[in-house]
């Protein structure tokens, strides 16, 4: 396996749930049904601040290469929930995303590059959604804001992709491919069981 067939398998092994959370319900889940501007954007810093949290924890416990990609995202993490805050207004971190305490328990350099591939894929995701809200919104700047997020998680997964063909050689794909899938699987059933909790049906009605 390469970086391309890594991020390609996680894709499809992933494709469910990643296609629901790339759906408007899961912004409705994200804000607990409080589809309004203040609540789309305290989620939306919420997930960004406890990112730069936890990768800024990954970054003291892994060699130099890896550290610097985990201390990179937390700082543009960082600067993410600066932007969404700035739209906010004042600010006060909120809960914890499930997300974010599943990768808490995340071991071994290629299992955490694998979930941050997980996670990045799924933030993508999330960020489309929250342009697609603000476009509706009729608010292009705060739409341009989340629209620039994208690139980044974007380049998260080809660095991490890339940086697993040094840490994985010909083992150790399958067990970034698991902690990829099983991010995901995370982020998702924090949406379902909120959905559910809030009487919306989770799955897409065909």
Same mark, same amino acid.
Do not use: H, M, Q, Y
């Given at each position: 396996m390469d970086s391309q067939e890594f991020v390609e398998t996680v894709r499809d092994e992933a494709a469910t749930p990643l296609s629901r959370l790339g759906s408007s319900k899961a912004l409705f889940a994200d804000t607990e049904g409080e589809m309004e501007d203040d609540a789309v954007l305290q989620a939306a810093a919420d997930r960004a601040h406890f990112a730069a $949290?936890?990768?800024d924890a990954w970054a %003291? $416990? $892994?060699d130099e290469v890896v550290a610097e990609l985990f201390a990179d995202a937390a700082e543009t993490e960082r600067g993410h929930a600066e932007a969404a805050a700035d739209e906010h207004g004042d600010y006060e @971190? %909120? *809960?914890e995303p499930a997300v974010q305490a599943h990768l808490a328990g995340v071991e071994g350099t290629a299992e955490r590059l694998g979930a941050f591939v997980g996670w990045a894929l799924a933030a993508g995701n999330n960020a489309d959604q929250v342009v697609g809200y603000f476009v509706g919104q *009729?608010? @292009?700047q705060t739409a341009s804001t989340f629209r620039a997020f994208g690139d980044d998680y974007d380049e998260y997964v080809a660095t991490a992709s890339? #940086? #697993?063909e040094d840490v994985c050689g010909d083992e150790g794909w399958a067990d970034a491919v698991e902690a990829a899938t099983a991010t995901v699987e995370a982020d998702y059933e924090a949406y379902f069981e909120t959905l559910e909790s809030l009487g919306v049906? @989770?799955?897409?009605?065909c």
């Open positions: $949290e936890r990768f %003291g $416990e $892994e @971190p %909120g *809960a *009729a608010s @292009p890339d #940086l #697993l049906n @989770p799955k897409p009605v």
